[in-house]
Nanobody, 112 residues
């Protein structure tokens, strides 16, 4: 069965960095686009970034452009989200997604 397991979240000060990881299993990872979403308290889940199967194409929501980088390692079946210059408004639970499959999420809190 498909499994997506996120890790790397935590508490960080404004301006800090975190790298999220999503380890995938149960499908041929290298043939699927992957995405990161986030959901802040009281808000709808939103798409943050997506990456094509080979990693050659990426897309970002405007609010994270220039600060976040999505990447993947198809040999390790893992997709990453490097988050720099974090802001309090980036606080949310971050989810990895492949089509209808979601991970359990990892909490990111940006606060001084």
């Amino acid at each position: 069965q498909v499994q997506l397991v996120e890790s790397g979240g935590g508490l960080v000060q404004p301006g800090g960095s975190l790298r999220l990881s999503c380890a995938a299993s149960g499908f041929t990872f290298s043939t699927y686009p992957m995405s990161w979403y986030r959901q802040a308290p009281g808000k709808e889940r939103e798409l943050v970034a997506s990456i094509s199967p080979a990693g050659s194409n990426t897309n970002y929501v405007d609010s994270v452009k220039g600060r976040f980088t999505i990447s993947r390692d198809n040999a390790k079946n893992t997709v990453y989200l490097q988050m720099n210059s974090l802001k309090p408004e980036d606080t949310a639970v971050y989810y990895c997604r492949r089509f209808s499959n979601w991970g359990q999420g990892t909490q990111v809190t940006v606060s001084s």
